[in-house]
C-alpha cells in the first residue's frame, strides 16, 4: 500500500528553471513532512521539512507548498542549477506518534545547463 | 561531527548465505532506524531502536532478518539465509530524540546472486 504518492518519476529543466515535485498522501494522522536530496552513491539528505500547521516554508531556492485539505505538499526550487540534479523523495512520518519516514517512489531531477 | 556511517559500502553473496551490515549512528543519537529500497522502488522502513529496544520492527519482511543494536551504540543486520529478493540497498539513519530529523547513511548496496 503506497502511502504517499509522488510525481513525476522523471523531471528535465533548464538551467535557471523552476522545478516543481508533488506529492499527496493518504493518512491525516501524518505530521511531519520531509523533503530528502540524494545524490547518486550516497544517502539521503534532509534539504527542508514541513509540519502541518503552516501552509508553506522557504529556505533559500527551496519551498515546500503544503495543502492540508487536498492531503498534498509540493518542492519547489527556484532558479534551478546543474548541481540540483539529484533524486529527490518526499516523506510523511508520525502516524500515532511513530517515527518511521514513509517515503513517496522518488525523482530524478536533471537540469540541463 | 561525524554522519551515520556504514559497513559495507557493497557486498556481494550468494543465495543461501549469511550478510550483517553495520551502522554507526551519529554520536549521541538514541534513535536508530533501518530501511531498504529496492530496485526502482521507494525507501521502506524496517525498524526502529530507541537505545537498545526495538520500539517499531513492522518493516521487517520475515525472520531471516535480524537486527540487534548491543549496548544502544551501534547496529548490525543479519540476513541469514539470503535470498534473491532481499537485494537492494540498504540504509541506516539516526536521530537524537524524539520528533528530530533523521540522518542517513550512505548506505550498503547488497547484490544476491
Known amino acids: 500500500q503506497q502511502q504517499v504518492k509522488q510525481s513525476p518519476q522523471s523531471l528535465i529543466v533548464q538551467k535557471g528553471g523552476i522545478s516543481i515535485i508533488n506529492c499527496a498522501y493518504e493518512n491525516t494522522a501524518f505530521d511531519y513532512f520531509p523533503w530528502y536530496q540524494q545524490f547518486p552513491g550516497k544517502g539521503p539528505a534532509l534539504l527542508i521539512a514541513i509540519r502541518p500547521d503552516v501552509s508553506e516554508k522557504k529556505e533559500g531556492r527551496f519551498t515546500i507548498s503544503f495543502n492540508k485539505s487536498a492531503k498534498q505538499f509540493s518542492l519547489h526550487i527556484m532558479d534551478s542549477q546543474p548541481g540540483d540534479s539529484a533524486t529527490y523523495f518526499c516523506a510523511a512520518s508520525g502516524i500515532q506518534g511513530a517515527q518511521k519516514l514513509v517515503f513517496g517512489q522518488g525523482t530524478r531531477l536533471t537540469i540541463n545547463p | 561531527e561525524a554522519g551515520v556511517t556504514q559497513f559495507p559500502s557493497h557486498s556481494v553473496i550468494e543465495k543461501g548465505q549469511t550478510v550483517t551490515l553495520r551502522c554507526d549512528p551519529i554520536?549521541?543519537?538514541?534513535?536508530l532506524y533501518w530501511y531498504r529500497r529496492v530496485m526502482g522502488k521507494e525507501i521502506k522502513f524496517l525498524l526502529h531502536f530507541v537505545k537498545e529496544s526495538k520500539q517499531d520492527e513492522s518493516g521487517m519482511p520475515n525472520n531471516r532478518f535480524l537486527a540487534e543494536r548491543t549496548g544502544g551504540t551501534y547496529s548490525t543486520l543479519k540476513v541469514q539465509p539470503a535470498e534473491l529478493e532481499d537485494s537492494g540497498v540498504y540504509f541506516c539513519?539516526?536521530?537524537?530524540?524524539?520528533?528530530?530529523?533523521?540522518?542517513f547513511g550512505d548506505g550498503t548496496r547488497l547484490s544476491i546472486l
Open positions: 539513519a539516526s536521530s537524537p530524540g524524539y520528533n528530530q530529523p533523521q540522518h
Open positions: 554520536s549521541g543519537h538514541d534513535n
